[in-house]
C-alpha cells in the first residue's frame, strides 16, 4: 500500500509531464513529416504544372511558326502572280511598240516631239533590238519593224525623218517593196506547186508504166482458151 508522499506526488507529476513531453514530441514529428509529405507533392504538382504550361507554349509557338510559314507561301504566290501579270503586261507594251516602228509617220511623229534627242530614249531603242532575237521574232507580225529599228539607231536617220518629204519617200518605197515582194512570193509559190505537180505526173506515169509492164509479163506464156 503507497503511502501518500510529498514524493510521490512528485513523481506522479514528473511522469505525467514526461509522457505528455513524449506525445508532444511525436506529434511534432508527425507534423513536420506530414509537412514534407505535402512539401514533396506541392513540387511535384508544380513540375507538372511548369511541364504543361512548357508544352503548351511550345504547342503555341509551333503553330505561329506554321502560320508564318503559310502566310509566307501567299504571300510569295501574290507576288510571282503579281510579277507574272507584270511581264506579260511589259511585255505586249513593247511587242506593240516596237511593230509601231514599221509606220514611217509614227518615226516622223517621235521625231517632232524630240523624242530622239532623249538620251534615255535612245537607250530603250537599243534595249529593244532584243527583238530581233529567234525567241522573241516569232511574235512580230510586221518584220520591218525591226528593220526601221536597226536604222532609227543611227542619228543621221533620227536627223532625216524629221522632213516630211523624207517620210512620203520612204512610205513610197515601203508600199512598193510589198507590191513587187507579194508579186515575187505569189511567182515563187506558183512555181514550187507546178514542179510539185509535175513530179506526181511523172511518178503516176511511171507507176502506170511499170503495171503495163507486169501485166504483159503475166500474159507470156499463158495458156490460150479454147472457143467453145
Given at each position: ?6 514524493y510521490?506526488?512528485?513523481y ?6 514526461y509522457q ?14 506530414n ?11 508544380s513540375?507538372q ?22 502566310l ?5 504566290l501574290?507576288?510571282?502572280e503579281l ?9 505586249l ?5 516596237v ?12 521625231a517632232?516631239q524630240?523624242?530622239f ?6 537607250n530603250y531603242?537599243k ?8 525567241e ?9 519593224c ?5 536604222l ?6 533620227q536627223?532625216m ?10 512610205c ?18 506558183k ?17 502506170a ?9 503475166s ?10
Amino acid at each position: 500500500m503507497l503511502v501518500n508522499s510529498p514524493y510521490n506526488n512528485s513523481y506522479a507529476q514528473y511522469n505525467h509531464a514526461y509522457q505528455s513531453h513524449d506525445q508532444f514530441g511525436a506529434a511534432n514529428a508527425y507534423q513536420h513529416q506530414n509537412y514534407e509529405l505535402n512539401f514533396d507533392n506541392t513540387d511535384y504538382y508544380s513540375q507538372q504544372y511548369m511541364l504543361k504550361q512548357q508544352q503548351q507554349h511550345h504547342q503555341q509557338q509551333q503553330q505561329v511558326s506554321e502560320r508564318e510559314r503559310e502566310l509566307q507561301k501567299e504571300r510569295e504566290l501574290k507576288e510571282r502572280e503579281l510579277n507574272e501579270k507584270q511581264q506579260r503586261r511589259r511585255f505586249l507594251v513593247e511587242l506593240e511598240f516596237v511593230q509601231c516602228l514599221a509606220n514611217p509617220n509614227y518615226l516622223h511623229f517621235l521625231a517632232k516631239q524630240g523624242m530622239f534627242d532623249n538620251d534615255s530614249f535612245k537607250n530603250y531603242l537599243k534595249y529593244l533590238l532584243y527583238w530581233k532575237k529567234p525567241e522573241y521574232v516569232q511574235f512580230i507580225r510586221y518584220p520591218e519593224c525591226l528593220f526601221f529599228l536597226e536604222l532609227i539607231q543611227h542619228d543621221e536617220l533620227q536627223q532625216m525623218i524629221k522632213d516630211k518629204n523624207c517620210v512620203h519617200f520612204i512610205c513610197e518605197q515601203q508600199m512598193l517593196h510589198w507590191k513587187y515582194n507579194q508579186e515575187s512570193f505569189i511567182k515563187t509559190v506558183k512555181a514550187m506547186v507546178s514542179e510539185a505537180s509535175g513530179a506526181e505526173g511523172e511518178q503516176s506515169s511511171a507507176e502506170a508504166s511499170g503495171l503495163k509492164s507486169k501485166a504483159s509479163g503475166s500474159m507470156v506464156g499463158a495458156p490460150l482458151k479454147q472457143k467453145s
